[in-house]
């Protein structure tokens, strides 16, 4: 029994089901909040919700969850889209896993930032990189899927998984080490949850190919080399070759042999 079984086994029930339900539930509220607030909504509604060490210890209490719960976007016209792709996202996570494990995927890249805020208590963390951190769970579980981008263009997960985690490392490297810190604490669970295989299957991929490599090697090595003149099944795959006391002779050298 693994250890996650362990913990399954023994804290499963405390598990939340239906978790991104209520996570694209609660973005929705914000949005509407944000839309509500009028011009400068966003910026009020991150002040509030974003997590921050000296807010938090100032008494905003909710900025641990409250964080999570923060769009991607603020876009009237991209929102609707955001929150389907995350739900049909988490949802698929959670049917595969089970609640526990998906509850424990999402809580670890939450305990991670909250961590960070220790290091750089002024910076404000947002949901960015951890919602990034499930769309790069989903891709790797189902690469082939295809979603149609724009209503058009198909395009295979795996290649959107590698856009949007790229799309965040370019933006991260132009900025401070703060902003490092949070894209690294959000992403975390990822390889502690695929670490391991990925290095499995890095280690397959490398013994397959040494195997190949080493047959075409034996391939390309002549098993028959006649004594004679030096032809080898290789060379001249149409002869064929019999042995002697005197090694391999191939069909054009036998009669000269004989005359011998």
Partial sequence: MSFLDKLEKR????AIR???NYIVVGQALTFLMAALLGPGGESRIRELMEYNLIYFLNGNFWNPISFVLIPKTFSLIWIFFSLMILHMMGSALEERWGAFRYNLYVLLGIVCVVASGVVFPYHAFSSYFLLTSIFLAFAYLHPEIELNLFFVLPVKMKWLGWFSFGL??????REGPATKLEFVASLINFPVFFGAE????FRSKTRVREMKAEKRKQEAEPFHTCSICG??????PERDFRYRKEGAVCSECVPLREED
């Fill in 11 to 14: 804290f499963g029930s405390w």
């Fill in 18 to 20: 239906g978790l991104t």
């Fill in 168 to 173: 965040a490392l370019v933006f991260v490297l």
């Fill in 198 to 201: 990925i290095i499995r299957r």
């Fill in 231 to 236: 032809a080898t099944d290789i060379s001249h």
